[in-house]
């Protein structure tokens, strides 16, 4: 009698879902589907943004480096032109009639 005792029980049988039931959860795991793959997707858009946030940083960098590059031309530019004096003389314009 003990080796009847040890011996694993079934479980009881879940009964099925009534069809509008099943319907019902079908429904529910189609959803969690869908929000998965939203989910997914909106990772997907964070980093994307991510990576446009970096390279704006980066574009700013450059575009400051290229400033400061044309700045110092400029500066060059004046220099070797002295104050004016050196330069050609400008043809005066003529007033509109």
Do not use: F
Not at 45 to 62: C, I, P, S
């Amino acid at each position: 009698m003990q080796e009847a005792a040890s011996l694993p029980r079934p479980e009881p049988e879940r009964p099925r879902p009534s069809q509008p039931i099943r319907k019902a959860i079908d429904e529910v795991n189609q959803i969690i589907e869908s929000l998965k793959t939203v989910l997914s997707e909106m990772e997907e858009v964070v980093e994307l943004l991510e990576m446009a946030e970096v390279q704006k940083e980066v574009d700013e960098r450059e575009i400051g480096a290229l400033q400061q590059a044309l700045r110092r031309l400029q500066r060059g530019q004046e220099n070797r032109h002295g104050s004016g004096a050196a330069r050609p003389p400008r043809p005066e314009q003529e007033p509109p009639q």
